[in-house]
């Protein structure tokens, strides 16, 4: 309840503020309008754009991250970090990305950043956000492959609920057709595909035997494949007809989670049994973590993340039909991933210190904790278990298919890729490296990728800042509320990136003597050294308009 209270009180009031500043003007067309091609820029319905973008946004990162840290540093640290990076951080960043781009004719940060900072960053700034993107498709990818193969109490859930997405992406799809070649009013296509989706979830398990058996034979790696062939179809066909209704089924699925959460959290009688606090000095006691930088950049998403401005400048800014609705859909959306992430600690709470699901995966954890709330109101275990995982999976495709899009206009925008075929090829460039990645790593690889994937996306949102502030500056702001953020966030994930490049400079005395090196030692130094210097030339290039006194005198066009 305090989180809640805390979430709506800063959107009323710190929100609102952030607002005033920009001066949010519902009299200027949106890129949506001006630039419709019923393709890419469609304007949305504020109901329905909420639910795409809030479904694109979440995925698994605030209920992975925050369970992890949970799991390492106690729920205490973790839910403190959560609550005030968004409100101060998360909220204020998606909520300027989200208006800079509109202002900038739906222009991506990187776009942005070559109008306003002189030199090559936007080009270091693309580089980074595309390898960002990278690692969220690898992420997130094989944390569903290992969502389709899970076992719960010796009973194989992964294949009904690997059936029930493909169900409910058919749904999404026929809505898609209904709701703009049809004409079929939104709240008629609520009221008939909201259940369909709930009994795609009862449907699943029961699907004749042959379908779960074949489910059940494909491999982690395999559904890996088939889930990159997935990104590949869904980001380059028209977003009406998948990206849209799919999002805006996947919002109300989190809605749902969110309202099951918060009647089991706080009606359920759950004891917190798990230690508000498990560190020891600054290291953690469950694996020797030290608290900070890797509580934030752990924790991720459910905070503050530079993915949501790769959203906000790629498709949502495409889709918004007033600058108005930039509060609700920017700094709104941040903290509803804020109530997600509490809501993902509050699995762990309840857990006792030794207990054998501490041990399960993430995602497990958080299945276990909503099929118990189900429990309450006489949901048995074999429909709120797939129910959940479900529900955790609708949260990824999102995410997967929206980062493939933003990987592929990035790519095109540093190569100069034209049309549909410049397009396709730069979506399968995109996935190619994924692809690679994940059929190299052993299993869950995600566990590999995590580390470098929150502290890239954390670092991301610190650039983003600095070009927003860069942008404020240059139309007679002084952006307090920008820079700062950004300058805690900078210094973060700078810390975390030498600390986990470390362990690969140290065994370059075994890389010389032949020894065996583990290969996430191997690809944790690589690609962070490869971060560190692209974070490191947008810096250099990108904080000299900071220093500079701005010029009110010729402000731009696109000005606050």
Same mark, same amino acid.
């Given at each position: 309840?305090?989180?809640?209270?805390?979430?709506?009180?800063?959107?009323?009031?710190?929100?609102?503020?952030?607002?005033?500043? %920009?001066?949010?003007?519902?009299?200027?067309?949106?890129?949506?309008?001006? =630039?419709?091609?019923?393709?890419?820029?469609?304007?949305?319905?504020?109901? =329905?754009?909420?639910?795409?973008?809030?479904?694109?946004?979440?995925?698994?990162?605030?209920?992975?991250?925050?369970?992890?840290?949970?799991?390492?540093?106690?729920?205490?640290?973790?839910?403190?970090?959560?609550?005030?990076?968004?409100?101060?951080?998360?909220?204020?960043?998606?909520?300027?990305?989200?208006?800079?781009?509109?202002?900038?004719?739906?222009?991506?940060?990187?776009?942005?950043?070559?109008?306003?900072?002189?030199?090559?960053?936007?080009?270091?700034?693309?580089?980074?956000?595309? %390898?960002?993107?990278?690692?969220?498709?690898?992420?997130?990818?094989?944390?569903?492959?290992?969502?389709?193969?899970?076992?719960?109490?010796?009973?194989?859930?992964?294949?009904?609920?690997?059936?029930?997405?493909?169900?409910?992406?058919?749904?999404?799809?026929?809505?898609?057709?209904?709701?703009?070649?049809?004409?079929?009013?939104?709240? %008629?296509?609520?009221?008939?595909?909201?259940?369909?989706?709930?009994?795609?979830?009862?449907?699943?398990?029961?699907?004749?035997?042959?379908?779960?058996?074949?489910?059940?034979?494909?491999?982690?790696?395999?559904?890996?494949?088939?889930?990159?062939?997935?990104?590949? @179809?869904?980001?380059?066909?028209?977003?009406?007809?998948?990206?849209?209704?799919?999002?805006?089924?996947?919002?109300?699925?989190?809605?749902?989670?969110?309202?099951?959460?918060?009647?089991?959290?706080?009606?359920?009688?759950?004891?917190?049994?798990?230690?508000?606090?498990?560190?020891?000095?600054?290291?953690?006691?469950?694996?020797?973590?030290?608290?900070?930088?890797?509580?934030?950049?752990? @924790?991720?998403?459910?905070?503050?993340?530079?993915?949501?401005?790769?959203?906000?400048?790629?498709?949502?800014?495409?889709?918004?039909?007033?600058?108005?609705?930039?509060?609700?859909?920017?700094?709104?959306?941040?903290?509803?991933?804020?109530?997600?992430?509490?809501?993902?600690?509050?699995?762990?709470?309840?857990?006792?210190?030794?207990?054998?699901?501490?041990?399960?995966?993430?995602?497990?954890?958080?299945?276990?904790?909503?099929?118990?709330?189900?429990?309450?109101?006489?949901?048995?275990?074999?429909?709120?278990?797939?129910?959940?995982?479900?529900?955790?999976?609708?949260?990824?495709?999102?995410?997967?298919?929206?980062?493939?899009? =933003?990987?592929?206009?990035?790519?095109?925008?540093?190569?100069?890729?034209?049309?549909?075929?410049?397009?396709?090829?730069?979506?399968?460039?995109?996935?190619?490296?994924?692809?690679?990645?994940?059929?190299?790593?052993?299993?869950?690889?995600?566990?590999?990728?995590?580390?470098?994937?929150?502290?890239?996306?954390?670092?991301?949102?610190?650039?983003?800042?600095?070009?927003?502030?860069?942008?404020?500056?240059?139309?007679?702001?002084?952006? @307090?509320?920008?820079?700062?953020?950004?300058?805690?966030?900078?210094?973060?994930?700078?810390?975390?990136?030498?600390?986990?490049?470390?362990?690969?400079?140290?065994?370059?005395?075994?890389?010389?003597?032949?020894?065996?090196?583990?290969?996430?030692?191997?690809?944790?130094?690589?690609?962070?050294?490869?971060?560190?210097?692209?974070?490191?030339?947008?810096?250099?290039?990108?904080?000299?308009?900071?220093?500079?006194?701005?010029?009110?005198?010729?402000?731009?066009?696109?000005?606050?």
């Amino acid at each position: 309840m305090v989180s809640i209270a805390v979430f709506a009180v800063a959107y009323a009031v710190y929100g609102r503020f952030i607002a005033r500043q %920009i001066g949010l003007n519902d009299s200027c067309k949106t890129p949506a309008h001006e =630039l419709n091609d019923g393709t890419d820029f469609v304007p949305a319905k504020a109901s =329905l754009l909420l639910g795409q973008h809030f479904s694109a946004i979440v995925a698994a990162a605030p209920i992975v991250g925050p369970i992890l840290a949970g799991v390492l540093f106690g729920w205490l640290p973790a839910i403190l970090w959560v609550i005030i990076g968004a409100v101060f951080i998360g909220g204020v960043h998606d909520m300027l990305a989200l208006t800079a781009s509109v202002r900038h004719k739906a222009a991506s940060v990187g776009q942005i950043a070559r109008r306003y900072i002189p030199g090559k960053m936007y080009i270091f700034f693309l580089l980074f956000i595309w %390898i960002a993107l990278l690692y969220v498709i690898i992420a997130f990818t094989d944390i569903t492959a290992q969502t389709f193969r899970t076992v719960a109490q010796d009973t194989a859930f992964g294949p009904a609920v690997a059936a029930s997405s493909i169900l409910y992406l058919g749904l999404a799809v026929v809505m898609g057709v209904l709701l703009y070649r049809f004409k079929l009013k939104l709240w %008629i296509l609520t009221v008939i595909f909201l259940p369909l989706v709930l009994l795609t979830v009862w449907l699943g398990p029961r699907l004749p035997a042959p379908v779960l058996t074949f489910l059940a034979g494909v491999s982690a790696k395999q559904w890996d494949i088939y889930l990159l062939i997935y990104c590949l @179809i869904a980001s380059i066909i028209p977003m009406w007809l998948l990206l849209q209704p799919r999002g805006y089924l996947g919002g109300w699925m989190l809605y749902l989670t969110i309202i099951i959460g918060l009647m089991g959290s706080l009606f359920g009688g759950f004891k917190i049994q798990y230690p508000a606090w498990n560190v020891s000095g600054l290291h953690s006691l469950s694996g020797g973590k030290l608290l900070f930088p890797f509580l934030f950049i752990t @924790i991720a998403c459910g905070a503050c993340s530079g993915f949501h401005a790769i959203v906000c400048s790629g498709t949502t800014s495409r889709q918004l039909n007033k600058e108005s609705d930039a509060r609700p859909i920017g700094y709104g959306a941040m903290l509803m991933e804020g109530l997600v992430a509490v809501l993902a600690l509050a699995t762990v709470m309840m857990l006792p210190i030794g207990s054998k699901e501490l041990a399960t995966d993430p995602n497990l954890i958080y299945a276990q904790g909503l099929a118990k709330y189900l429990g309450l109101v006489g949901i048995g275990f074999k429909v709120a278990f797939p129910f959940a995982l479900l529900a955790f999976s609708t949260f990824v495709y999102d995410t997967l298919d929206v980062s493939t899009r =933003l990987a592929r206009y990035i790519l095109q925008e540093l190569t100069g890729l034209k049309g549909f075929l410049g397009g396709l090829i730069a979506t399968l460039a995109s996935l190619g490296v994924p692809l690679i990645f994940l059929l190299l790593t052993k299993e869950k690889a995600y566990l590999v990728a995590w580390p470098i994937f929150g502290t890239s996306n954390q670092m991301l949102a610190s650039l983003t800042l600095l070009v927003i502030s860069v942008w404020l500056i240059r139309c007679g702001k002084i952006p @307090i509320y920008t820079i700062v953020p950004m300058i805690f966030m900078l210094v973060t994930t700078v810390t975390a990136l030498v600390l986990q490049i470390k362990p690969f400079v140290l065994s370059f005395g075994d890389i010389a003597r032949g020894a065996a090196v583990k290969p996430e030692v191997i690809t944790s130094g690589v690609c962070g050294i490869v971060l560190l210097v692209l974070c490191a030339l947008s810096i250099l290039t990108g904080a000299k308009p900071l220093l500079v006194r701005p010029d009110t005198q010729r402000r731009v066009q696109s000005s606050p």
